[in-house]
C-alpha cells in the first residue's frame, strides 16, 4: 500500500458487492496496543479486513468485519483514511477506519479461523504484512 489520502468520512453504501475497495479497521487500545489477526490460512498478520456490504454503509460493514474478525467492540473515529495499493489485485484500495477498542470479546464468529494478538505499534510494524507497514506507520503518527 502506498499513498495516503485523507477523506472526510460519508456515509457510503455499496450499490452492489464492490470490489473497488475493501474495508478495515486499524484497532487501537487506550494502552497504545494495535489489535491484529492472522488472515485465514494463518500465516501472517493484518488488520480485520473485509469486503463492502450491499445496502451497508462502510462504517457499519467495518465494525461488523472488526466483531467477526476479532471479537472488537468500540467506537470508530469521525474520519477514514483510505490506501491505495500499488500490488495487481483486483482490490486498488484499503479505506481504513481507526477503532479505539473498548471491549474484546472471547466468543466471536472467526475465533476458530484467525489468532487474535494486542501488540505496540513497534512489534507491530516487524509482525505484518509489508502491505500492512505503511499503514501502521501513519496511523501511528495519527493516533498518538
Known sequence: MKR?????????????????????????????????????NGTSWILPKGNRARKRSDRVQAKREAFEEA??????????FDFSSSSSEDCKMLRVFPMRVKKLLSNFPERRERRRILVTFDRAEKIVKKEYLGIIREMRKRII
Open 71 to 80: 471479537g472488537l467492540q468500540g467506537s470508530l473515529n469521525q474520519r477514514h
Open 4 to 40: 495516503l489520502k485523507l477523506l472526510k468520512s460519508k456515509p457510503r453504501v455499496a450499490s452492489k458487492k464492490g470490489t473497488d475497495y475493501q474495508l478495515a479497521v486499524f484497532a487501537y487500545t487506550d494502552a497504545n496496543r494495535v489489535v491484529l489477526v492472522t488472515c485465514r
